[in-house]
């Protein structure tokens, strides 16, 4: 299990730059595979699920290659199979938009079932059901879905009134693409990493209209184009630099950031007494004492983001008063409390709701991170903690940041990966 070790206490001071956008990325290299061509997609982070979706992409056919450090090119001209590898849908749900893609271009698609994960029960059936009205025949067996269509055919989704779903959205909209006729999703997403996507459709010919709303009107057309097509910067791990100068102090500007989709999260900063000053794509964030209590509830876009609620629980947990966090996307996502915990902090859980009382310090000590978002939370709670924090499940980190290890030691944080059974020894000469 992969580890990181942080001295805390340091202050962050300086300036980062953002990759691209880990959720937005995902769905674009899905798209790619409806061209019947070369799309050429930047601002892709070098991160483990991009990988992996890569993998996806070749294991079907698609040539995938880095053209520069953040631009990869797809040729998905030829694409053998139509059935994707378990392993790989199994690691990361992401990958499950391939279905999609697959049915809209072939009318036919292989794709195990993605399975609950450690953030809670996440079904795919939102998916499915917008595959079913489109006219494909979708049977699960053994844990894996199959859909087949002879041509699939536009039709009016709703999507479930519950939750509105990023995912389903994205797989349903690149299976509507090429259809006949017209499709109409009702309570579609509006993440800006699912308007993205559109974006990247409309160029390389889709018609949609509605883009960025929550009913899009999707007129199947005969073929789509290879294009370049820039994906958005990661809102997500922005919102993690800004957390960790809030809850460890300091005076850092984050580059290369889209303002206008953070303003729900700048909100939450302003609240806990942060000054918070904003150019047109950078934020500065400075932090001098402890941050003040705030009350944030989850809620899909323009809401604050359910991703971010564990960076936030931990400037909650420094801040001066009792910060109340609602979580209403996933139902267990507050499975880094216990950690954060052993490091000092007082969150009390009833339920979907926590109870922050601040503390004035934070204290090292040995944690494990088990999903990306917490894993991120345990690192800010690290930096903003008295001693050593080791932090072992880091391969998290690498499934969802590029280089954080590099752009927090860029910041002036003592932060570094721990791979190996060299690591006490080092670990204990550095207590010493
Ligand atoms: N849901 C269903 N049925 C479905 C689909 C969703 O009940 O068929 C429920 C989910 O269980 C959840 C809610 O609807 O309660 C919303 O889930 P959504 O489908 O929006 O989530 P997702 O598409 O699986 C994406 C991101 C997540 C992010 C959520 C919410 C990607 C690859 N993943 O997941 O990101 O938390 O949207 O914004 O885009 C992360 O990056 O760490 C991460 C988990």
New binding site residues.
């Given amino acids: 299990m992969a580890r990181v070790r942080i001295h805390g206490g340091n202050p962050l001071h300086g300036d980062v730059t953002v990759s691209g956008s880990?959720?937005a990325s995902?769905?674009l290299l899905a798209a790619a595979l409806l061209i019947e061509g070369q799309s050429i997609i930047e601002n892709v982070p070098r991160i483990d699920?991009i990988d992996a979706m890569i993998h996806m992409l070749r294991s079907l056919g698609a040539k995938c290659e880095f053209i520069d450090s953040s631009a990869l090119s797809i040729d998905a001209a030829d694409i053998k199979s139509l059935s994707a590898p378990y392993d790989l849908v199994r690691k990361m749900?992401?990958s499950f938009y391939v279905a999609g893609a697959l049915l809209g271009r072939f009318g036919e698609a292989e794709v195990p079932l993605p399975g609950g994960c450690v953030?809670?029960?996440?079904?795919?059936?939102?998916?499915?059901n917008g595959f079913k009205a489109l006219g494909a025949v979708v049977q699960e067996r053994h844990g894996v879905m199959r859909a087949q269509a002879e041509k699939l055919t536009g039709a009016h989704i709703y999507m479930?009134s519950?939750?509105?779903?990023?995912?389903?959205t994205?797989n349903v909209m690149l299976a509507a693409t090429l259809a006949d006729g017209v499709t109409v999703i009702e309570n579609a997403?509006r993440?800006p990493?699912v308007l993205c996507c559109q974006q990247f459709l409309e160029d390389a010919g889709a018609d949609i209209r509605g883009i960025g709303t929550d009913i899009l009107v999707i007129r199947g057309v005969e073929k789509l184009d290879g294009q370049r097509f820039r994906s958005i910067p990661d809102r997500?791990e922005a919102g993690t630099f800004l957390m960790a100068t809030g809850a460890a102090r300091g005076d850092v500007t984050v580059h290369s950031v889209e303002p206008r989709h953070m303003t729900t999260v700048l909100e939450v900063l302003r609240a806990a007494g942060l000054q918070v000053d904003v150019d047109t794509d950078s934020v500065r964030v400075r932090s001098e004492g402890r941050p003040r209590a705030f009350e944030v509830t989850t809620a899909?876009?323009p809401g604050f983001?359910?991703?971010l609620q564990p960076n936030a629980s931990v400037l909650g947990a420094v801040a001066v008063g009792t910060t109340v966090i609602e979580e209403t996307?996933?139902?267990a996502r507050f499975n880094y409390v216990d950690e954060l915990n052993r490091m000092g902090s007082d969150i009390q859980l009833k339920d979907s709701v926590a109870i922050i009382r601040g503390v004035p310090k934070l204290y090292g000590a040995p944690v494990e991170a088990t999903?990306?978002?917490a894993g991120s939370a345990l690192v800010i709670a690290g930096l903003a903690a008295d001693g050593y924090t080791e932090i072992s499940g880091a391969e998290f980190l690498a499934r969802?940041y590029e280089n954080l290890e590099g752009k927090l030691q860029g910041l002036g944080a003592v932060i570094e990966s721990a791979r190996n059974a060299e690591d006490d020894k080092a670990r204990n000469a550095w207590n010493r």
Wanted: net charge negative; no cysteine.
């Fill in positions: 880990k959720n995902l769905p699920d749900r992401g953030i809670g029960s996440r079904p795919v059936d939102f998916h499915l479930d519950r939750y509105r779903s990023v995912g389903a994205v997403s993440e990493e997500m899909p876009y983001p359910t991703d996307i996933f139902d999903d990306i978002r969802g």
